[in-house]
């Protein structure tokens, strides 16, 4: 093995860290029913994911299509969000830190591959960990989202390795563990966080067919000795 890629969120930090935000919360700050805020907001994944559009921008068209718009409901959503990724990247990271610092030292390549919206590629880019990316692919600039085998491989090109090279480790949120395995990465999933997470929001369950690691440090159990 020569490199490994790792999702961001439930992988490398969680969003369920500190004071968790989600549509439902958005949608009693708005003072909108949950599932319409929920099936509108659903709407605009796609743009907010491959960057046609901000969260603010799409927290705004969400409000106007359900005739609910106003300045001051979309600031306490955007601040909402805000304290939740701040939580997130301001949790203890240390394990996540300590596992890329060792790869870095034992001369693996280290890649990021991540769904995000614009809001959290600015807090990936600030994080503690992301100085520690040889190459990091982030959706909303890439502007295609796992499992699109297209983003795997543009990280594998960034980091100039092949896939048979390379473990993925992840969450198994979107897909991605099939996507890793199916262009010839060694997927692990990572199931450290999975006590955090909660319904309706836990990203992906516990899959057969994959390898799983419960500690960082078994990761290196995969690697070359």
Request: hydrophobic fraction near 35%.
């Amino acid at each position: 093995m020569q490199a490994v890629i790792f999702d961001m969120f439930e992988t490398l930090a969680s969003l369920f860290e500190g004071s968790s935000y989600f549509s439902e919360d958005m949608a009693k700050d708005a003072g909108i029913p949950e599932k319409e805020f929920k099936e509108a907001w659903h709407k605009t994944e796609e743009g907010r994911s491959t960057g046609k559009y901000t969260v603010g921008e799409a927290v705004s068209i969400v409000l106007n299509e359900l005739g609910a718009f106003s300045g001051e409901v979309k600031d306490v959503i955007l601040r909402g969000r805000q304290r939740n990724l701040e939580d997130t990247f301001s949790a203890d990271l240390s394990g996540s830190v300590s596992m890329l610092k060792r790869l870095k030292e034992e001369g693996y390549k280290i890649g990021l591959i991540s769904n995000c919206y614009s809001d959290e590629r600015d807090m990936i880019k600030k994080s503690v960990m992301f100085p520690f990316f040889d190459a990091a692919v982030l959706s909303y600039e890439a502007g295609m989202c796992k499992p699109d085998e297209r983003i795997f491989r543009m990280c594998l090109q960034k980091l100039d390795v092949s896939a048979d090279k390379c473990l993925y480790v992840g969450d198994g949120g979107s897909k991605e563990l099939f996507a890793a395995r199916d262009i010839g990465m060694k997927p692990l999933q990572c199931l450290y966080y999975h006590h955090l997470a909660y319904e309706p929001h836990i990203p992906c369950g516990k899959l057969d067919g994959f390898d799983h690691i419960y500690d960082r440090s078994e990761l290196f159990s995969y690697l070359d000795p």
